[in-house]
Every structure is written in structure tokens, then in C-alpha cells.
């Protein structure tokens, strides 16, 4: 039985727009309080949902007395805020990896690259393998920018937009 309600209880129950007081606590709130009076144990952290709204509940047993108080929070906000930072933690973690991919990527590239140019000026008297070669070289270049956008990314610089003329980058890729 209910037997004292304090007034933050009794404004939860209002902000919650429920009938009752009782209607904020869990629904076997009573085997809960003798649950915990037989066992002389506390009962921690039973979860509701109210409304909308996520309460905590905990049991506290006075065995010589015969009651049990119990004390609910409510922790909607607090999830919330928990959930944002995993979340951001998801994201730090991805760009930490971005990071490690571009800065092994860009090592790859420099291989490319330089063996590219290399190859570029011994078969300047064989130009039908120059343009294929600068066809490498190009798309090395464009590899290396994406990378740096992806290391950008990783630190959480500002970007800086800029217009792309399109046809020119369609014409790139296709080659």
C-alpha cells in the first residue's frame, strides 16, 4: 500500500498527466516491496515507461518496520544525452579509421605516382604509352585528393566547398 507520497513524486505524477500517483510506479511495485522485505534486499533500477518519459525505480527495505521506500528518477534525458555520445563515439571512431585508410592509401598512391612519372618520361619516345601513363597519373592525383577530403574528414577541419565543372570531371572519369 501507498502509504506517503512526497511532493517531487506528486509533480512528476502531474508533468506525467497520469490519473494517479500510483500510475508512475512499476506495475508489481507491490511484489516488488515484498520481495524485498523477505529477502531483506534492495531492489535497484526497475525501468518504466510513462508516457513517454523512462523512470528508474529503486526498492529500499526497513525489515523492522515493515517498509520498503522507494525513489524514482527520471532518466529520459539522461539516456538521451548517453545515446548522443556513443554516437559521437561512433563517429570519432570511424574517423580515426578514415584516417588510418588514407594515410596507408596515400602511401600506395606515392608509389603509383612516382613509378607513374618515372615510366611518363622513359616512354617520351613511345607516346602511345604516355597517354595511358598520364591516364594512371591523373587518377593518382584524383585518388590523393579524395584521400586528403577523407583525412579533412578524419580531423574535423572545416571543408571547403568549391564548383566542380562537371563535364570536365565526367570526361576524367571517363578515360
Not at 70 to 96: A, F, N, P, W
Not at 119 to 143: G, H, N, W, Y
Amino acid at each position: 500500500t501507498l502509504t506517503y507520497l512526497n511532493k517531487a513524486a506528486g509533480d512528476l505524477a502531474t508533468q506525467l498527466n497520469v490519473a494517479s500517483a500510483e500510475a508512475i510506479l512499476p506495475r508489481n511495485a507491490a511484489s516488488i516491496a515484498e520481495e524485498c522485505l523477505r529477502q531483506g534486499q534492495n531492489k535497484l533500477a526497475q525501468q518504466i515507461q510513462v508516457n513517454g518519459r523512462t523512470l528508474n525505480w529503486s526498492f529500499f527495505p526497513i525489515v523492522s518496520c515493515q517498509v520498503v521506500h522507494c525513489y524514482g528518477v527520471d532518466v529520459t534525458e539522461r539516456m538521451s544525452l548517453e545515446t548522443q555520445l556513443r554516437h559521437s563515439q561512433k563517429l570519432d571512431s570511424i574517423g580515426q579509421l578514415a584516417a588510418g585508410v588514407a594515410h596507408d592509401f596515400n602511401n600506395i598512391l606515392t608509389v603509383i605516382q612516382g613509378h607513374t612519372d618515372r615510366l611518363i618520361e622513359q616512354c617520351a619516345m613511345r607516346p602511345e604509352f604516355v597517354d595511358e601513363l598520364k591516364v594512371i597519373s591523373v587518377s593518382a592525383t584524383r585518388a590523393a585528393s579524395l584521400t586528403r577530403q577523407l583525412l579533412t574528414f578524419s580531423r574535423k577541419q572545416k571543408l571547403q566547398p568549391k564548383v566542380l565543372n562537371l563535364a570536365r570531371v565526367i570526361g576524367d572519369v571517363s578515360k
